[in-house]
């Protein structure tokens, strides 16, 4: 099984350290929920976590790679995807 592309983002997060919005393709998204939360401890995956997270009713997956110090974007509905991909096409049309 291939591994997933992952896409840097921007993650705020509050005082205790839990994600509250995060940031990809130029728009801020804020965090309604977390739904869960998958601990890596042992092998290649260690010191990650994967978060489902829900944010404009549509659930996401996050990374945090605890040794980087570093957020990514693992999973997106494709719908939301396909309107970021269109607005990029319709930038780049629009003189």
Not at 30 to 42: C, E, K
């Amino acid at each position: 099984m291939s591994q997933p592309r992952l896409e840097p983002i921007i993650v705020q997060s509050d005082r205790a350290g839990a994600p509250q919005r995060f940031l990809w393709g130029g728009r801020a998204y804020r965090i309604d929920g977390i739904d869960r939360i998958w601990r890596h401890p042992h092998g290649r995956g260690r010191g990650l976590r994967i978060y489902q997270i829900r944010s404009r009713h549509r659930r996401f997956l996050l990374q945090f790679d605890q040794r980087l110090n570093q957020w990514s974007l693992v999973r997106a509905p494709w719908r939301t995807r396909l309107g970021l991909a269109i607005e990029r096409l319709a930038a780049r049309m629009i003189p």
